[in-house]
């Protein structure tokens, strides 16, 4: 009953995924979980920008300190990546995706920070045209919409045409006046969206409070 149930729900998320190429799925991890993850990242992202720990990174455009703003590689939590591996509506979601092929995860970490870049509405396809699905999962309790990464829905398959910011080595979609975006997302919640998915962020101002977010990226092997 409960792997029917399954099923239906990862079709309903499919069905999302099709339509606006993202979707949210509520309530899959508990607080202690969130808060724990984030301590352990958080703690790896000091050993990284020390070179204690080896990573692959961005650092903010933060004059006065040194804060990552994209991790690529050596910052995750162990912990996380076992609740996101474990997941039964996630996995059953993910294999249909990829039509049953097998496919790997990979874990990065970004962060919207207080007097730093905002994420420039774009499609990850700007960057990796790749058929993937990302999985994000907004670790920071105290999220304030305002500045929280947003989504406007695009029909999968939707290509957009972007531009290069040389001075922020970043793409940014062109002419998308017509697309309202919302973060109609909570912590404990997981979000997908694919290659196709349209997101942003405002710039954050220097007194808010910083909002991390996991990422794994799923890939077909």
């Known amino acids: 009953m409960e792997k029917k149930r399954h099923e239906e729900l990862a079709e309903e998320h499919l ?3 099709s339509k606006e190429s993202h979707t ?3 309530n899959q991890l508990s607080k202690t979980v969130l808060i724990d993850s984030e301590k352990e990242i958080l703690a790896k992202e000091q050993c990284i920008i020390n070179k204690t720990l080896v990573g692959t990174y961005r650092l903010d455009k933060i004059r006065s300190r040194k804060v990552i703003y994209h991790a690529y590689s050596g910052c995750f939590s162990e912990a996380l990546t076992a609740s996101i591996k474990d997941n039964p509506l996630l996995s059953t979601i993910l294999a ?10 990979t874990a990065e970490v970004f ?14 396809r700007s960057y990796d045209s790749e058929k993937q699905l990302s999985i994000i999962v907004p670790l920071s309790l105290n999220i304030n919409n305002k500045y929280a990464m947003s989504y406007s829905g695009v029909e999968e398959g939707t290509t957009l045409d ?9 793409y940014y979609a062109k002419s998308i006046q017509q697309y309202v975006f919302s973060a ?6 997981i979000i997908l969206h694919t290659e196709y998915s349209l997101h942003k962020s405002r710039s954050m101002p220097k007194d808010g409070v910083r909002i991390t977010y996991a990422r794994y990226v799923a890939r077909k092997e």
């Open 111 to 124: 962060w919207i920070n207080q007097g730093g870049m905002a994420i420039p509405p774009h499609q990850d």
């Open 162 to 170: 972007h531009n290069f910011s040389i001075s922020n080595m970043v």
């Open 15 to 17: 069905k999302n995924l």
């Open 24 to 26: 949210i799925i509520s």
């Open 96 to 105: 249909q995706y990829f039509d049953g092929f097998d496919y790997s995860l």
């Open 184 to 189: 109609n997302y909570r912590p404990t919640d």
